[in-house]
């Protein structure tokens, strides 16, 4: 399995020649294009959000500030700039200040290497040029070291804060971020075996017949969840429980460093989802029935149809945030390494053997799908009905809980019951006690 692999990664490396050949010009305009893009899907990103979430909740949202409200992000971000810059006694003032720079660069630097679009003409000008900055045999793991970039500045500008609560919530913050991308990564090899490239360019060029979204389906959901998760974004926005932490790693920040910090947040979602349309709903190309038209993959054509499907992906995250609660920290992790990293080895295995089975032909292809089927019906039912209780667990909720035990009281653990029916004795405190002798 590993020639045929060796084989399209080297046909890879030729096929990327229409890269790296643009003027300083054209990379340029190129560069300044995409941060011009990407702030303006932040500033609508928010809208959007504000909107959305509003009509879920039988609410307005913002509508005054231009036409249909447009331009409230505009006048907030405007707001925001212009309020005191604090930076606290007790913070490393150096790291405090670079911390949200190393947040929001990496996530701008992740979008070099995704492909808005195949090869146009520059208006008014004889130049023709991908519509991407640039591509590389291993663009897909560029993009998750850069990612990988951003957990500094939220660890570092929690750290530096000199505070408790923002120390707990970066470190709550580094710690689900690195764990999701775990299983993110892992639900993207499934991906390079299929297209025998790690060069974007080159997966969506393998999507043409088909998207890797439909015969990759656990790939795709391990991913929408990964992503979610490593974003920071409701449900598992747990680095910011407002509740436990008082706002998570940005508590101390103010001002246009803040501003930094939630920029990075939005980027990172428009990342997130610029990578889930380019592995696995063939990216720039037109999806069915557009793409029956010839020229639907020609031209300025695919850059609306690649946004299409991004904003598809960010209305999912608003769909999440006002839909869900937020969960627990201790089942959101198990989650993650429990349930996504096995599940994303275990699919990396079967779709491995699949692609040697049809690269090399010998076997009969249905009879390994039926052996991955009742493999995949007998894990579940494992799942679902396999193993009892701990005795110990039993032996813990056959006891009597007293609420009052310690003079104070104290809400049941899960599974606990009160003693006397429910009705717990008041025990009397000393200050009770010494009250009924006087």
Avoid: C
Wanted: hydrophobic share 50%.
């Amino acid at each position: 399995m590993s020639i045929p692999f060796a084989s399209g990664a080297a046909s890879t490396a030729d096929d990327l020649g229409a890269f790296g050949n643009d003027t300083i010009w054209v990379v340029l305009l190129k560069a300044v294009l995409i941060f011009l893009v990407l702030v303006l899907l932040t500033l609508f990103n928010i809208w959007w959000e504000r909107r959305v979430v509003a009509r879920m909740q039988h609410r307005i949202g913002p509508n005054v500030n231009g036409p249909f409200g447009l331009l409230q992000s505009l006048a907030d971000g405007v707001k925001l700039a212009l309020k005191e810059d604090i930076t606290p006694k007790a913070a490393d003032k150096v790291v405090f200040v670079l911390a949200p720079v190393i947040a929001v660069i990496p996530a701008f630097m992740a979008w070099s290497v995704i492909p808005l679009g195949p090869e146009v003409r520059i208006p008014f000008t004889d130049t023709v040029t991908p519509l991407q900055l640039t591509d590389m045999p291993v663009a897909v793991l560029f993009i998750l070291a850069v990612a990988s970039v951003g957990i500094y500045g939220i660890v570092l500008g929690g750290w530096s804060s000199g505070s408790t609560y923002s120390l707990l919530g970066g470190l709550r913050s580094s710690a689900q971020m690195i764990s999701y991308e775990v299983a993110m990564g892992l639900s993207l090899v499934a991906v390079f075996l299929y297209a025998g490239s790690m060069s974007t360019s080159q997966i969506v060029e393998a999507q043409k017949d088909v998207w890797f979204g439909f015969i990759l389906v656990p790939s795709f959901v391990i991913y929408l969840i990964s992503m979610v998760g490593e974003t920071n974004r409701a449900p598992f926005d747990l680095p910011e429980a407002e509740g436990e932490l008082v706002g998570g790693f940005h508590t101390e920040y103010s001002s246009l460093k803040f501003a930094l910090f939630f920029l990075a947040e939005y980027v990172n979602m428009a990342t997130v989802s610029a990578l889930a349309t380019t592995l696995f709903l063939g990216g720039w190309r037109a999806p069915w029935p557009i793409s029956m038209w010839e020229g639907a993959n020609e031209g300025y054509w695919p850059f609306l149809w690649f946004m299409g499907k991004v904003l598809f992906f960010i209305f999912i995250f608003i769909w999440l945030r006002g839909s869900l609660p937020r969960l627990r920290y201790d089942q959101f992790m198990a989650f993650g390494w429990k349930w996504l990293i096995p599940g994303s080895l275990a699919w990396i295995i079967a779709v491995a053997t699949v692609r040697a089975v049809t690269l090399d032909g010998g076997m009969d292809r249905r009879y390994l799908f039926y052996a991955i089927g009742v493999f995949a019906v007998l894990m579940v039912a494992l799942t679902f009905f396999g193993g009892g209780e701990d005795e110990s667990e039993v032996a813990a909720e056959e006891q009597e809980f007293d609420a009052f035990a310690n003079g104070y009281p104290v809400p049941p653990m899960p599974g606990q019951s009160l003693g006397d029916g429910g009705h717990p004795t008041v025990r009397p405190t000393t200050t009770t006690a010494h009250r009924q002798e006087t």
